[in-house]
């Protein structure tokens, strides 16, 4: 399965930035990152997951996190990096916590941005997957409702172009992907006792005003990671990227100077 990837100033003596979007979002959701990764000569990989953009769509729909794992590593291990820094949102961390399980001796360390490590129960687990006749029956309709609960009432309320942006970006995915990715999302594991073993540098980033992922999950997960550092956001829900990108960038880019892993 080929994925739509770009990706700049990678050598295979560096290490490299990849970015993990969240769902329902491409990976335009980082536009704001990769132009300043770009402008300082940060190494980097940008990609769409199966059937969101021009990423060929998925086969099936009954896709596991690890599958997708391995989907988005054969698609990148020929590219020259030496480790991998990931920087996921929301769904993007239940990818990072795969790749740690199936590629920790690749990742140099982590960006975990409103996510958590717990595996969904199984009503919780059903109520998600029923998300899959919706996204069938009006694929719009559903985005246009789910966006709504991305960004804190404070941005939806004072950042219209914000606002905007991710409801155009949204669209440029397809039904099978985001069936595909549902599913994803609704089995994944639980990742909590994988916390202690993750010892490479980790930044976690919180949002006070994060509708999916309570600011307390956050904390505690980042209190569980051995290395790692913890910031939160005033006035932000659960896309910090888009919402503050200035801020957002200036907290990733000291960590990475921090630590000296780019």
Not at 26 to 47: A, C, H, T, W
């Amino acid at each position: 399965m080929r994925l739509e990837i770009e990706h700049s100033g990678l050598d295979k003596t560096r290490n490299a930035i990849i970015f993990f979007p969240a769902f329902p979002t491409p990976r335009d959701m980082y536009v704001e990152q990769i132009k300043i990764f770009s402008k300082n000569g940060i190494p980097y990989i940008s990609l769409n997951y199966p059937g969101i953009g021009k990423s060929d769509k998925p086969d099936k729909i009954e896709m596991t996190v690890s599958d997708l794992v391995s989907v988005i590593w054969n698609n990148i291990k020929d590219l020259p990096f030496d480790k991998l820094i990931p920087i996921g949102t929301s769904m993007g961390g239940y990818v990072m916590f795969e790749m740690w399980r199936q590629h920790r001796d690749r990742i140099a360390g982590f960006v975990f941005c409103h996510t958590r490590p717990e595996a969904l129960d199984e009503e919780a687990r059903k109520k998600r997957l029923s998300d899959i006749d919706r996204i069938k029956q009006d694929r719009l309709s559903y985005l246009e409702t789910f966006s709504k609960s991305l960004v804190s009432d404070y941005s939806y309320q004072n950042k219209p172009k914000v606002v905007e942006f991710i409801s155009e970006i949204v669209k440029n995915t397809t039904e099978e992907g985001l069936c595909y990715l549902v599913h994803v999302i609704a089995t994944r594991p639980d990742s909590r006792d994988l916390l202690k073993d993750i010892t490479v540098p980790s930044l976690v980033i919180a949002g006070k005003s994060d509708k999916i992922v309570p600011l307390d999950v956050m904390k505690n997960m980042a209190d569980s990671l051995p290395n790692s550092t913890f910031v939160e956001f005033e006035n932000v829900g659960h896309l910090s990227a888009l919402e503050i990108p200035e801020e957002f960038n200036s907290v990733v880019l000291s960590f990475l100077d921090s630590k000296s892993i780019i």
